[in-house]
Each structure stands twice: as structure tokens, then as C-alpha cells.
């Protein structure tokens, strides 16, 4: 039973991190009906802008340190994902698939440029120690991580469902997510709405791109990392529907959850590692076929 | 007096196309400045087009001169924020959206007149924290008609406001937009002549994409009702 607990937390916290980086797809698809696929980009430099702050920082082993390492990573996300969407994609708009093949370029390109600079060989982010220690929860040890990723991950949900309910620009981005020319013919600037859209993603994945190492990586940044969990956060958008924040949240949830119960459960005693990761594509299927807008997506 | 003075909304030679067709094909219009100048045409003959291309929301080639500003090329926004009111022919609310939010989506930074908007249409009052796709379409049409009089503005572009209503619901808003004309100039499109000769002083008639006839709705026979708009009966 303990167990049980102590995977749970792990499968909450990894929702958490994939909930951070499906937030900003969800968003961007929802407003700009862009697929995003230099998101991974944003996340991966958003560890390494960390890593080369954290091994500069003469407090990167304290709290303070980590805070901020972890904001400077969610700046770096978000100031690369704000010059992508005025750069980029803004010359495109209506183009959906030369946006898709610029930012499939853009993502090679930055990931070749990291592999340049870095190697393929991973790079150990610098953390204070209680991060990579454990809490006991009667017999059961939870590492602290996951702690961390499960709070933030619920702090940037309330963060965002604040943003978006109480805030004119969260009007501005739910009302373009469901008509854009009937916000313009109000008079508002659709465009910035579009840039700041991209800024908060951008952030949100250079957060999670942090986290992921730190919490789920063993410390390890690596130029690929951001591929990989794009896979997984592009899966989290298409079940919570396209455009739903809620839904990505629950989403986010119902994926890590199962990834991590099926790799723990089934996948150990059946010496499949990778079972997890299959679990969660049945799951798509599934959820699809019941409901192919996704579980609170509008229609296509 | 110039005829940019007099003239809310001068457009010569307006071309616009939506998938192929050609649907303006060299409109020239002009609305003078104040009361109501009515859009009139058979359904598919490019009336809501030619409001979409006035507003920027409808590529579109020609000039287009809007309350003393060439705005050819110009972004929706910014056209619009000469103090434009747009109430859109299926009025486009935004559903996911409360009363209240879709109010304050029409706010721009200037005093809104959230009072004004309540005393006309009192039952927005009622339900400002109700979901807007949950309003009958009277009421979704008097948050359209709402959200642009939240600010005053010198031009209202407003296509069909009566169309799919009930009766009921349709003698507020013709009560409604004589009251706004009032005080400032409204493109009305209406395909309704008994809403046209109650509130227009000015008719525009287009046909397959171009005017055919303007001037003073008492000019408007029965006649030309009959054959410019293909309605039978008294007009």
C-alpha cells in the first residue's frame, strides 16, 4: 500500500512536468491553431541556460540558488519562444504548414547548435542536496522531487486558471481561442495576445525542462531531452483536447500515472521497461476512439 | 463642408473574392455622416462582404476612406479603434465567454458605459455572470448590440440585428438602434424593408457584387423592392 502511495506521488509529479510543457501547446493551438513543434526546443535550453547558471553560482547548492536557476530557465524559455513567435511565425500566419516545417527546422537547427557546443554527452545540473534527497512518509521514502515538480506543476495550473478567468488578456486569449476575427473587430491586437501566448508556453517549458533533469534525470541535461518529452506532451494535448487547458490537466495526470503504474507494476515483473511508455499510447487510443475531439477539446 | 466631412464611410471600387467567386465586383459606396443608411440586397450579393472588407476583416482591393482615414491595408485593430462598432450577422459572441467578460472584452481603456449598455438592455444586467451561449438569440443580439455601445463611436456597422428573432425580441432592437442612430452614423444591412423605411433615411442596393441604386429611402418604390430584392407584397 505504501508503495502504492510513493508511485503515485511519482506519477502526479511526472503529470505535473508534462502538464507544464502541454499547458503552452494546448494554449498556443488554442489562440493561434500553431503546432508547435520547436516547444521541445524551448525546454531543453531552458535546462542548459540552468546548467550554465547553476555551475556558475556560488549559491546554486542552496534554495535560493535553485529558485534562481529555475527562474532564469523559465526566462530563457520564455524570451527564445517570444522571438520564435515574432520572428517566425508571425510571417506565416494561415500558413499551417510551413509553420509546422519552420518549427521542425528550428528545432533541429538549435538542437545541432547544442549538440555543437555541448556534445552528446549529458551535463549534471548542480542542485542543493535536499533536492535529490528523500522525505519518509511513514515506511514509505518520497523523494523530495517529486514534491517539487507535483507543487509547481499545481501552482502554474492555478497560475494560469487565474490568468486566464481574472486577467483582460486571459479574456482576450479564451475569446481568440473561440473566434480571433471577432476579437480583432473589437479593436484589440490579436498579435500581442499571440506573442505573450507564446511567452508563458515558452516559460512553462523552460520549467519544466529544468524540473525533468533535476527531478526525473538524475540531474542530467542532455541536447535531446526536449524531443523526447514532446512526444509525450503532444500525446497529454490531443487526450486533454486541443485547446483545453483542463483538459491538458487532466490529461497530464491520467498519462503520468499510468506510465508510471505500468512501468512499475507490469513492466517490472515483465522485464519491459518500455511498457510504460506503450501504456500511454494505448490509452490515446482509447480515449480517442470514445471521444476524438479528446476528453474536453472542441471539435474539429 | 468637404466630402470627407459629410461622408462616414467612402469606398470606390471595391473588389473582394472568397473562394473563386467574385463576390464584390467594384462596389462605390457612400454613407453619409449620421442616421442610418441602409445596405440592401438579395441574399449572396455581397453585403456582409462589403462590411467585412470596410472593417479590414475581408482582403480586399480599391480604396476605402472610414471616418476621414484611408485604411486600405490597415490591420482590423487599428481600423476599428477610429470608434467603429461592428454587431456581426450571426452576432458572434463569445459563447464560452460570460455576459460580463464578453462586455469587458469591448472595453478600450476609455470610461465604459456599462449603465448606458444596462439601462437599454436590461436583462444583460440579469445576467451578467451567465455563460453568452447559454442567451436566447434575442439576448446573444443585445450583448452584440451592448458591447459596442459600451464606448461612444462615431460609426456602427451592424449586419441583419433582426434576423432568426422573435417578434418580441425584434421590436426592442429596432427600438434599440433608433435610439443609437440618434447620436451616431449606422451601416445597417437588413433584408426586412418594414426595419429599413423605420429606421433608414439613406438606401444602398447591391447585385451581383456592385450598387444598383442609392438614395433617400422614400425613393425606394415598391416596385424597385420588388425587383432589386426579389420581395413580393407590400413593402
Sequence with gaps: MSTFV????????????????????SLIYGLMDVLN?????????????????????????????????????????????????LVLIRPLYGRPVSQILVTIGLDLALVGLLLGIYGSNARVITVPAWLTGVTSLGSERIPNGDFVALGTGVAVLAALAWFLRQTRYGII???????????????????????LVFTIGGAAAGLAGLLN??????????????DQLLIFAFIVVVIGGLGSLAGSAIAAVLVGLVQVYVSFYAGASAGLAQLGNVSVVLVLAIVLLARPGGLLGRTA | MTGADTLAIEAAGLRADIGGSHILQGVDLQVPVGG??????????????????????QPASGTIRVLGHDVAGWPVHRIVRLGIGYVPEDRDVF??????????????GRQARYEQVYDLFPELRQRSGQLAGTLSGGQQQMLAIGRVLLHERPLLLVDEPTKGLAPLYVSEVIDALERIAASCTVLLVEQNVHVVRKLARQVVVL???????????????EDDVRRLLGVSGPA
Design chain 1, 37 to 85: 513543434f520547436a516547444h521541445g526546443i524551448f525546454l531543453t535550453l531552458g535546462a542548459y541556460a540552468g546548467f550554465e547558471l547553476a555551475s556558475r553560482l556560488p549559491i546554486a547548492a542552496h534554495a535560493a540558488g535553485f529558485l534562481l536557476t529555475a527562474a532564469v530557465a523559465a526566462a530563457c524559455g520564455a524570451v527564445i519562444a517570444a522571438m520564435t513567435e
Design chain 1, 213 to 226: 533533469s533535476v527531478v526525473f534525470n538524475g540531474g542530467l541535461v542532455d541536447p535531446s531531452q526536449g
Design chain 1, 6 to 25: 510513493a508511485i503515485t506521488i511519482s506519477g502526479l509529479a511526472l503529470g505535473s512536468v508534462y502538464f507544464l510543457i502541454a499547458s503552452g501547446l
Design chain 2, 36 to 57: 442610418v443608411t441602409a445596405l440592401l440586397g438579395r441574399n449572396g450579393v455581397g453585403k456582409t462582404t462589403t462590411l467585412r472588407a470596410l472593417l479590414g476583416l
Design chain 2, 207 to 221: 447585385d451581383h457584387g456592385s450598387v444598383v441604386h442609392s438614395g433617400p429611402v422614400g425613393e425606394l418604390t
Design chain 2, 95 to 108: 459563447t464560452r465567454l460570460t455576459v460580463r467578460e464578453n462586455l469587458r472584452l469591448a472595453e478600450t
Design chain 1, 173 to 195: 486569449i479564451r475569446a481568440g481561442a473561440e473566434n480571433r476575427d471577432m476579437v480583432r473587430a473589437l479593436g484589440i491586437n490579436v498579435g500581442r495576445a499571440f506573442t
